[in-house]
């Protein structure tokens, strides 16, 4: 285990779909050794001080892009915003300046959309939300799409759709912290987990 805990950042924009982020956020947000000692602190990096999400739940970042803290793991979510705005030349610039300095950056559903169009995926594996699929292919051939919930490509991990973002927390708590970490939060969560 980690002897102070890691700094997990989540990407927010306007249209975000709130599960995508709210999920992984309440994982990886709660996750804690025997003690209840957290695993990891969570924050929030949005385009603006407030976002409104795609069901028009309202947001408050806790930083902007240009004062984002060092992270040792950038999740960046999905949703109309992402589909729609996968070029957006703001997000793009944030995420190849993380890319250079973050150990991880990992996407839920369509926020693979981002990490493809800045180039992380070229010549790899990702995953997105499966009605996304077509879409994805078309715009980015280079990239081969795979049907799973988890694609880890090392400095690069993709989850599917919606609520796979759950399922990406606990594979980080269980890659970082052990099985007995990720069994302890399944246990938390009281969910269908495994």
């Not at 996968?86 to 993380?98: A, C, M, N, S």
């Not at 070229?122 to 292919?137: E, I, K, V």
């Amino acid at each position: 285990m980690n002897e102070s805990p890691n700094m997990i950042g989540f990407l927010l924009f306007p249209e975000v779909e709130e599960l995508d982020f709210v999920g992984p956020y309440e994982v990886l947000g709660n996750a804690s050794d025997e003690e209840g000692k957290p695993y990891c602190q969570v924050t929030t990096v949005g385009t603006d001080r407030e976002i409104t999400c795609r069901r028009c739940l309202r947001v408050i970042s806790d930083h902007l892009l240009e004062n984002a803290p060092d992270m040792d793991l950038l999740i960046v979510p999905g949703g109309p915003g992402a589909r729609k705005n996968y070029d957006d030349e703001e997000i793009v610039t944030f995420l190849r300046q993380q890319h250079k300095q973050t150990p991880v950056i990992a996407s839920v559903c369509t926020g693979a959309f981002y990490l493809a169009y800045s180039g992380f995926l070229d010549g790899g594996r990702a995953t997105t939300h499966p009605s996304q699929f077509d879409s994805f292919r078309k715009l980015f051939p280079k990239i081969e799409l795979m049907e799973q919930k988890i694609v880890d490509e090392g400095a690069v991990v993709t989850a599917g759709g919606v609520s796979s973002g759950i399922d990406l927390g606990l594979y980080f708590i269980e890659q970082w912290f052990g099985s007995e970490a990720r069994a302890r939060e399944i246990k938390r969560l009281d969910g269908p987990w495994k």
